[in-house]
């Protein structure tokens, strides 16, 4: 089935690095992703990585994935505090649209 | 530019009634989903549309009706019998094929909340 679960709060210093995890259960999940919310507003794709790849980098964000242990993790480099946000992380099948979200981590950056 | 918008921003209903809640893209998206989004619990699927003129419940759908006439337009109507419907309502849509680095994108959203 289809269960994604995050932990719920960080804190970080600005300047620091962050790491938001996020555990899945459904070993037949195709791609992963990784969503930015900022207060009031919608759900921002931040970076996506495929089943098959073990971490992907893009600027500041570095995805790893550990197929094996179903873990997925986000790490922000440099945190600014606009990175303060809700990060959710979101599994999809293949052929399926649909997404599974974790319940969401609170970034809080600390000037 | 093309986006998804949902509107109100803000809603407030009295017991009893039913309110609509609506989303608009102009993407030319087929697929479009609602999502409530309450402290703590991240988002789940309410309802969604692969097509025009086809819709299919998700985990939540008990109190909530939707329709899709028009491909651009996916309202939510939540009803009287949804003994809860406060919270945050946001509306995505995906691409034909809905591949890597576009999976769904979001609307600002809907807060809604009970006089």
């Known amino acids: 089935g289809e269960d994604v679960e995050q932990s719920l709060f960080l804190s970080v210093r600005e300047g620091d690095s962050s790491v938001i995890n996020c555990t899945y259960t459904?070993?037949?999940?195709?791609?992963l992703y990784w969503y930015k919310q900022e207060p009031g507003a919608g759900l921002q794709l931040l970076t996506y990585?495929?089943?098959?790849?073990d971490m992907k980098q893009d600027q500041r964000l570095t995805v790893l994935l550990n197929k094996k242990d179903k873990h997925l993790s986000l790490r922000i480099a440099d945190t600014q505090t606009g990175d303060s946000a809700i990060y959710f992380c979101?599994?999809?099948?293949?052929?399926?649209?649909?997404?599974?979200f974790g319940k969401g981590n609170q970034v809080v950056v600390i000037p | 530019d093309g986006g998804i918008t949902q509107s109100p921003k803000y809603l407030f209903r009295k017991e009893g009634q039913n309110v609509t809640l609506s989303c608009e893209q102009n993407?030319?998206?087929?697929?479009m989903y609602w999502y409530r989004q309450d402290p703590g619990q991240g988002l789940r699927l309410i309802y969604y549309?692969?097509?025009?003129?086809?819709?299919q419940k998700g985990d939540i759908a008990e109190g909530y009706s939707v329709s899709r006439e028009k491909k651009e337009s996916f309202p939510l109507t939540v009803t009287s019998a949804q003994k809860n419907p406060t919270a945050f309502y946001l509306c995505?849509?995906?691409?034909?094929?809905?591949?890597?680095?576009?999976?769904?994108?979001f609307g600002d959203g809907t807060r809604l909340s009970i006089l």
């Open positions: 990585i495929f089943s098959n790849m």
């Open positions: 549309s692969q097509i025009v003129n086809d819709f």
């Open positions: 459904d070993s037949s999940s195709t791609y």
């Open positions: 995505a849509s995906t691409p034909p094929g809905g591949g890597p680095g576009e999976p769904q994108h």
């Open positions: 979101a599994e999809t099948l293949y052929g399926n649209n649909r997404l599974a």
């Open positions: 993407l030319n998206h087929d697929a």
